[in-house]
């Protein structure tokens, strides 16, 4: 109740923004010309220079909106690439300053500060794959969708900058809501993930590189049953529940000279690559969370696959880049839950908080796994005979 309490004041506050938002002249579009031409932001034909065009200005409690009409032959991507100048040039904060395309450049500037705390809030759609990620500095909300047209979900981000806490929302909306098979892999030793461990819905908890490779193969397994299915049906798309597959640190998949685990890591991240490949038509979707990106790990075939990324601020523009393909998640003021979505465009976001303790309030109803069924879980799905095969070692002891 007080989640959705939250999240009906937050729609309030947003339709007030919307509502107070009215055209208003002032000189901020003559001054992004001038900017425009010192940056060589132009196009020239012969004798003749075609410099942007400002469509329409405005002023929004949140701060200002230039809509921006390109000429022929400048990108709205070469325009996106000098925001760092043009912030400079305009004397604003590049991170007041957010540009993207959508059917023109819009180009917003901001003067309102982000919230420094969010509260987690539930979809009201409850049964949809969509959990909320942040809101945005105009006030609104922003969702990532499991089933959405970006599959696959990369978080990182510096340590402390709330990786752990998105991970909790994400989890506990999903396994309230739409209850997804749930595979959850915490290498830093259980301790984030633990409060899921004992669900109906967590088919696989890991804690080990061991047990990381062994849940792995089960997922690539129920990839293939359900592409069986779904060519023995003459469908293109897994109608039935979805499967998620999350990793919290990545990084310990990355191999060094000499390491004796090197064949393991080498094997996880074939698999892994594999369910980013082929996964998404088959409901099978990967989250993979870092606090130390390296590109050795998220190889571009991965990355290809992995359409949307959060990351919070990260230690340099190489982590950064590792993420995003840019370096603005190193600009980032050092608040706990604030990130840049990465979908089509990027977008500063403050997340939502969830504690511990009220992931527990949350989850405390949903079914718990009994003895009888997950040895019955274990037996079935074995991938291979001669593989061992323990989801969930502790829970089977108990
Ligand atoms: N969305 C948020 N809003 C407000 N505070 C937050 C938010 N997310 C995290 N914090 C604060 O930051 C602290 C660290 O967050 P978190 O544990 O998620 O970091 P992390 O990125 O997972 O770090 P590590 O990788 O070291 O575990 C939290 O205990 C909390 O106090």
């Known amino acids: 109740m007080i989640e959705i309490g939250f999240g009906l004041l937050i729609g309030s506050v947003v339709s007030l923004f919307s509502s107070l938002s009215f055209s208003f002249s002032f000189d901020l579009g003559k001054s992004f010309l001038s900017v425009c031409k010192r940056l060589g932001l132009m196009v020239t034909y012969g004798d003749e220079v075609a410099l942007p065009s400002i469509n329409a200005q405005y002023a929004h409690p949140w701060g200002k909106r230039l809509l921006v009409g390109l000429p022929v032959g400048l990108s709205s991507q070469k325009v996106i690439d000098q925001k760092q100048a043009l912030a400079e040039a305009l004397r604003v904060d590049p991170n007041d300053v957010e540009i993207r395309y959508n059917d023109g450049l819009i180009i917003d500037i901001f003067t309102a500060e982000m919230p420094a705390e969010v509260p987690y809030s539930q979809p009201p759609e409850r049964e949809s794959y969509r959990v909320l990620?942040?809101?945005?500095?105009?006030?609104?909300?922003r969702y990532y969708d499991f089933d959405g047209p970006y599959p696959h979900l990369l978080i990182g981000?510096?340590?402390?900058?709330?990786?752990?806490?998105?991970?909790?929302?994400?989890?506990?909306?999903?396994v309230t809501g739409p209850a997804p098979d749930m595979y959850l892999c915490d290498l830093k030793g259980g301790v984030e993930l633990d409060i899921f461990r004992k669900l109906a819905s967590v088919k696989g908890f890991a804690t080990t590189l061991q047990d990381v490779?062994?849940?792995?193969?089960s997922v690539e397994c129920e990839m293939l049953r359900r592409y069986e299915v779904m060519a023995a049906n003459g469908s293109q798309k897994w109608a039935g529940k979805k499967a998620i597959f999350?990793?919290?640190?990545?990084?310990?998949?990355?191999?060094?000279?000499?390491?004796?685990?090197s064949k393991l890591k080498g094997e996880i991240k074939s698999i892994l690559t594999r369910l980013s490949a082929k996964g998404r038509a088959a409901g099978v979707l990967i989250l993979l969370a870092t606090q130390r990106p390296s590109a050795d790990i998220i190889d571009g075939l991965i990355k290809t696959n992995i359409a949307a990324s959060i990351c919070f601020r990260t230690r340099d523009g190489t982590q950064s880049r590792i993420i995003l393909d840019n370096t603005s998640a190193e600009e980032l003021p050092d608040v706990p839950g604030r990130l840049i979505f990465q979908t089509a465009y990027d977008e500063t976001l403050q997340a939502p908080y969830l504690t511990v303790e009220n992931a527990r309030k949350l989850i405390a109803e949903l079914p718990m796994k009994e003895?009888?069924?997950?040895?019955?879980y274990v037996s079935d799905s074995k991938p291979d005979a001669g593989e061992s095969f323990s989801l969930d070692r502790n829970f089977i002891e108990l």
């Open 371 to 376: 003895i009888k069924e997950a040895i019955r």
């Open 157 to 174: 981000g510096i340590s402390g900058g709330g990786k752990s806490v998105m991970l909790r929302a994400i989890i506990t909306t999903l």
């Open 246 to 261: 999350v990793v919290d640190e990545l990084a310990d998949f990355k191999t060094r000279a000499g390491d004796p685990d």
């Open 213 to 217: 490779r062994t849940v792995l193969a």
């Open 133 to 141: 990620i942040g809101i945005t500095r105009r006030g609104e909300l």
